[in-house]
């Protein structure tokens, strides 16, 4: 619980703390309990469904557990109420009327003349960086709910807010790796403890609602929904979802738990439970919300399967259990523009997660890489080289001497052409896209091409 900040002739701190998961919540939660965050006055906990229909959608204070992790904050509010009738994912104030809108969302809240703290996830896209827009003077810290904080920051940040970002927690999924979000402002990593996170996790899991779960341990599949991401089409997820299935029983499951995404069409699962009767497999389908972590506390299972989510690295990392992938190749091919968000995160569950059909990598528990800070700060770099110039070298280095036959599926041969990176063209050719003449030349010839083509 939070309390009153010593010294009376100071004006007392609130913190307002940004969640739109209950994932995010709980990593909030970790890190209170971990003293990551100094004492204030009160604590806000400021809730955004960010749902395509959040009318229809429960908001993360009705899900269940959320009740456990409410007693560490002095309120709950709601960002979807405070802007209503606007969607939280599309709007963000204009510039002219921020003055107006911290105005009223002092008065909504009673904040009065407080100081503010903030603390939120995602910071490069709405609705956490209207919030952050809209307390000018607020010092920053963002919080990293998932395998995105390894790679870069996907827009060039306004540096009236960058600069007041002061830390990026961040659980450590992936020992060893240093994330790159927000390393352009100076930005330090701070670890959550992951023993105090599963601790929160296991709150959770008592308090959860009652599963039906079949005995002993078995395989756990994990549903994504990327084809609401446009990555591939529903009938591709299907298949995905099918693939995961027959993978598993291949390996000796014949007892298999499906957790689609809360948001995903049911039918996935009718076909999915028509696939297991063929099969002959014993298929559950959760219709419950739950956290995979929960999962893990409850059931234990002996394989946990998925394409990228960062539930597989909680599970190998935070939980101990085997974990397999499935389809990472197809959406490093998929993944447009190579800018795409979610390509670190592919990146680093396909180079580190064994694949569900190499039966020994899977048992094994094992899955070769090389230098895996020189591949995600050279992906990181091909995606935002003006953001990070400082990496070209650690590019350049990596590419030399790293790019094989199976290194290549983590980049496009146009994108290294286009920044001039080795492997883009024959060695004793590369000095001609160093040459900003005949860079501006052949862009000039492109769109001759392209116009005659029209």
């Known amino acids: 619980m939070a309390t009153t900040r010593a010294g009376s002739g100071k004006r007392r701190t609130t913190q307002i703390f940004f969640a739109s998961t209950l994932y995010g919540a709980a990593t909030l939660a970790a890190a209170l309990d971990a003293d990551r965050f100094p004492p204030a006055a009160r604590r806000l906990l400021l809730i955004s469904n960010n749902a395509a229909n959040p009318e229809t959608t429960p908001a993360l204070d009705a899900m269940p557990g959320f009740e456990q992790l409410r007693g560490r904050f002095d309120g709950v509010i709601s960002w979807n109420e405070a802007i209503s009738p606007f969607h939280p994912g599309g709007w963000a104030p204009r510039a002219d009327d921020i003055p107006l809108w911290e105005r009223y ?57 960058g600069t007041r970002i002061d830390r990026l927690l961040h659980l450590d999924l992936v020992p060893g790796l240093k994330p790159l979000l927000l ?83 049911a039918r996935w699962s009718r076909l999915l439970e028509q696939e297991a009767e063929k099969l002959g497999a014993e298929l559950t389908v959760l219709d419950e919300p739950v956290l995979a972590e929960v999962l893990y506390q409850r059931m234990r299972p002996a394989l946990v399967v998925g394409c990228f989510s960062t539930a597989l690295l909680t599970a190998s990392a935070l939980y101990d259990l085997p974990v397999a992938r499935v389809g990472t190749d197809v959406l490093l091919e998929r993944l447009a523009p190579y800018q795409n968000s979610n390509r670190v995160p592919v990146t680093i569950v396909d180079a580190t997660v064994p694949e569900l059909t190499d039966r020994a990598a899977v048992t094994a528990q094992h899955q070769e890489t090389a230098d895996l800070d020189g591949l995600v700060k050279t992906v990181g770099f091909a995606m935002q080289p003006q953001i990070y110039p400082e990496l070209r070298a650690a590019a350049e280095t990596y590419l030399s001497r790293r790019l094989t036959a199976h290194t290549w599926r983590y980049f496009k041969r146009r994108r290294l052409t286009a920044l001039a990176l080795p492997g883009a063209i024959p060695s004793q050719l590369d000095f001609i896209p160093r040459n900003a003449t005949v860079r501006r030349v052949a862009r000039r010839a492109r769109a001759v091409k392209r116009a005659a083509l029209g």
């Open 183 to 265: 390393t352009e402002f100076g930005v330090e990593p701070e670890i959550v403890p992951g023993d105090i996170f599963t601790k929160v996790l296991a709150e959770l899991a008592d308090a959860g609602p009652d599963l039906e779960l079949p005995s002993g341990q078995p395989a756990l599949l994990l549903g994504q929904y990327l084809s609401a991401l446009d990555i591939l089409t529903a009938e591709e997820e299907e298949q995905l979802h099918v693939r995961m299935l027959k993978g598993a029983l291949e390996l000796g499951h014949e007892r298999v738990v499906f957790k689609p995404h809360p948001t995903a069409p």
């Open 105 to 161: 969302l002092r008065m909504l809240w009673d904040l009065g003349d407080d100081d503010v703290h903030l603390a939120v996830e995602s910071i490069q896209v709405n609705p956490a960086l209207a919030v952050t827009q809209i307390f000018t003077g607020a010092p920053v810290d963002v919080y990293a709910d998932g395998l995105m904080s390894y790679g870069p920051t996907r827009n060039k940040l306004d540096p009236l807010v």
